[in-house]
């Protein structure tokens, strides 16, 4: 079956009536946060809403006043899902997200032109693609992409599109001989109705389910950013389509400019400007680590050097690193003094380091770690790891200064 987005892409209102309604949930996966919403699955007598497939995601719109959350294929029929029920039978208007859909088509219509024009000028034949939400991804079953050719594929591309081929559907018996003539990477086991081909004149045919242009000029551009190493010894080769070149010029220009602004050099010095400054961090980087290895066996020393020192040291230094507190923890002698050292923010996540006499170190390490809501371990009179909260690293010190003096009036 054939749905009324497939027989006409660029309808964006359309009357139908509902066939049925009934209960569903809908999982996904928002922000990284999975969630499953509580809805209905309805189904259309026909629908300008395009159900996911051959590598096209669904669109979004209305169903009446209703948002469609999702649309789905399930054999014939395409399944919307929504939040709200719909009467059987009635009458309703439907309405694509038009820049949407419009996104989608030229995406895919500039697929199925890359796609073609690589396998007729290099050999390099297709076997998937992806359309993302900022950009898109063939790939190619080649090892590699020379320069040349990727300039070579870019400028047959766009001569194509100045050149106004017409795109039109065919739709073919699953018997007819010319099915086996034309480009394809196979059928759903689902699929039920005649096939629908994509053919854009003089340059491919290819079966496709998906929404696409009526002439290539409706594509404006295509952009091919470039290749990546791809799985299995293939090329993934990364382009836009019409108005995604146009926000990508715009969102190119607006990123120069602040960076004429914080870089104080044109755009053509940019990157000599980021390579000295990232070589300038680097030193400091090297720097501070020096002064911080000198600091910390100086606070050592200067502990050691205190005729009023106890049995306890404790110390706090946001800039700190692992190392900056072991160096302190190897200058005192722990084997008589219990140490407690933490680096980073003083009421959020940082580094824990106890250190001390074993049967102290193993006894207070996990009371520490329920303090600090932290996760680490110890052995040999060493206790550390991270720590997600140190607001309470107060309460911890207190402890910790607690459990040396009854220590120590239990030895006297």
């Known amino acids: 079956m054939a749905f009324q987005c497939q027989r006409d892409c660029y309808l964006k209102e359309f009357v139908t009536s509902v066939v049925s309604c009934c209960p569903a949930e809908l999982k996904r996966e928002i922000n990284g946060k999975k969630e499953t919403l509580k809805g209905f699955n309805v189904?259309?007598?026909?629908?300008?809403?395009?159900?996911?497939?051959?590598?096209?995601?669904?669109?979004?719109?209305?169903?009446?006043?209703?948002?469609?959350?999702?649309?789905?294929?399930?054999?014939?029929?395409?399944?919307?899902?929504v939040g709200s029920p719909l009467e059987a039978g009635q009458e309703v208007t439907v309405k694509v997200e038009w820049g949407r859909r419009f996104d989608h088509m030229q995406q895919h219509s500039g697929q199925h032109l890359i796609s073609a024009l690589a396998d007729t000028m290099f050999g390099y034949k297709t076997t998937s693609w992806e359309l993302g939400r900022q950009r898109s991804v063939i790939e190619l079953d080649t090892p590699s992409m020379k320069p040349t050719q990727l300039q070579a594929l870019e400028e047959a591309i766009n001569e194509k599109i100045r050149a106004c081929v017409p795109v039109t559907v065919q739709l073919l018996s699953i018997d007819d001989p010319a099915v086996e003539k034309v480009r394809s990477r196979g059928l759903p086991e689902d699929h039920a109705g005649p096939i629908r081909i994509i053919d854009i004149e003089g340059i491919d045919e290819n079966m496709c389910c998906g929404t696409h242009v009526s002439n290539l000029s409706h594509l404006q551009v295509i952009k091919l950013l470039g290749t990546d190493k791809g799985k299995k010894n293939k090329t993934n080769l990364i382009f836009l389509a019409g108005n995604r070149v146009l926000?990508?010029?715009?969102?190119?220009?607006?990123?120069?400019?602040?960076?004429?602004?914080?870089?104080?050099?044109?755009?053509?010095?940019?990157?000599?400007?980021?390579?000295?400054?990232?070589?300038?961090?680097?030193?400091?980087?090297?720097?501070?680590?020096?002064?911080?290895?000198?600091?910390?066996?100086?606070?050592?020393?200067?502990?050691k050097n205190d005729p009023q020192r106890g049995n306890?040291?404790?110390?706090?230094?946001?800039?700190?690193?692992?190392?900056?507190?072991?160096?302190?923890?190897?200058?005192?002698?722990?084997?008589?003094?219990?140490?407690?050292?933490?680096v980073g923010e003083e009421k959020g996540p940082g580094l824990f380091l106890l250190a001390g006499?074993?049967?102290?170190?193993?006894?207070?390490?996990?009371?520490?770690?329920?303090?600090?809501?932290?996760?680490?371990?110890?052995?040999?009179?060493?206790?550390?790891?991270?720590?997600?909260?140190?607001?309470?690293?107060?309460?911890?010190?207190?402890?910790l200064q607690q459990h040396c003096k009854h220590h120590t009036s239990e030895e006297e």
């Open 357 to 399: 006499p074993s049967q102290q170190v193993t006894e207070m390490g996990p009371r520490l770690l329920e303090l600090l809501q932290g996760k680490g371990a110890g052995k040999n009179g060493r206790f550390q790891g991270k720590a997600n909260n140190m607001a309470r690293r107060g309460e911890v010190e207190a402890l």
């Open 247 to 303: 926000k990508y010029a715009e969102k190119s220009f607006s990123t120069e400019r602040s960076l004429v602004s914080l870089l104080k050099t044109g755009a053509d010095e940019h990157v000599e400007a980021v390579d000295k400054l990232q070589k300038s961090v680097k030193l400091l980087q090297k720097t501070n680590l020096s002064l911080l290895r000198d600091m910390a066996v100086l606070i050592a020393q200067s502990f």
């Open 43 to 81: 189904k259309l007598q026909d629908t300008i809403l395009f159900p996911e497939g051959g590598g096209q995601p669904d669109d979004h719109g209305l169903i009446g006043d209703v948002p469609v959350l999702r649309v789905t294929r399930q054999g014939p029929d395409a399944v919307h899902f």
């Open 312 to 342: 306890f040291f404790s110390l706090h230094k946001k800039e700190g690193d692992n190392e900056f507190m072991n160096i302190i923890a190897n200058e005192i002698n722990t084997e008589e003094t219990l140490v407690f050292l933490t």
